[in-house]
């Protein structure tokens, strides 16, 4: 089994920074790409960022010149380093993990969510 840990949400202020980690633990064979996805309330859910195996990059155009996506494969960990920071910004942030399968080829695993509030 695979489980994914997402931490480092909270309370900011407009203008402040955050630094989201997600870790994945388990049967782990490879990794194809991990990323972050956000939730606003009323709102789908939206890709942010994602890095794959490659360690190519992708991010929404909202995010783009201020967060950062990383990742520690030793850890099987990624990062969102998220600098100035505006209210739209205020969702429920969730960890994806698209990870390599014997069986299946590839699997998708997610994240519980952790809440990042930016106040005006």
């Known amino acids: 089994q695979v489980q994914l840990v997402e931490s480092g949400g909270g309370l900011v202020q407009a203008g402040g920074s955050l630094r989201l980690s997600c870790a994945a633990s388990?049967?782990?064979?490879?990794?194809?790409?991990m990323g972050w996805y956000r939730q606003a309330p009323g709102k789908q859910r939206e890709l942010v960022a994602i890095?794959?195996?490659?360690?190519?990059?992708n991010y929404a155009d909202s995010v783009k010149g201020r967060f950062t996506i990383s990742r520690d494969n030793a850890k099987n960990s990624v990062y969102l380093q998220m600098n100035s920071l505006k209210p739209e910004d205020t969702a429920v942030y969730y960890c994806?993990?698209?990870?390599?399968?014997?069986?299946?080829?590839?699997?998708?695993?997610w994240g519980q969510g952790t809440q990042v509030t930016v106040s005006s």
């Open positions: 890095i794959t195996s490659g360690s190519s990059t």
């Open positions: 388990g049967s782990i064979r490879g990794i194809n790409a």
């Open positions: 994806n993990a698209n990870l390599r399968s014997i069986v299946v080829g590839s699997l998708d695993y």
